[in-house]
């Protein structure tokens, strides 16, 4: 992603050329008011919805029962390592 530096006024005068090279490029803009950085404009990072889900989980490697079973003992491992009352669930309703 490139970064450039522009005076707000430069903006303003030709934002639907910034908006552009924002979205094609990627470009990330720095708007400078005098010499003071007073705000950014940067693309929006794509979002993904629950029913991605399934799509993104069966794009992943498969662990062998090896590397499954390793992973296990590394959880448990790091479960073990703090005090139950720093674990939280977060899933947890109040």
Request: proline residues 6%.
């Amino acid at each position: 992603m490139t970064r450039n530096t522009l005076t707000v006024t430069e903006v303003a005068r030709n934002f639907s050329d910034y908006i552009n090279r924002i979205f094609y490029n990627h470009e990330h803009f720095i708007l400078m008011r005098g010499k003071k950085p007073v705000a950014e404009l940067k693309p929006i990072l794509a979002t993904k919805t629950l029913g991605d889900l399934p799509v993104l989980l069966a794009s992943l490697p498969s662990l062998s029962k090896n590397e499954s079973e390793k992973f296990s003992v590394d959880v448990m491992d790091i479960r073990n390592s703090h005090p139950k009352e720093t674990l939280q669930d977060p899933w947890q309703c109040l």
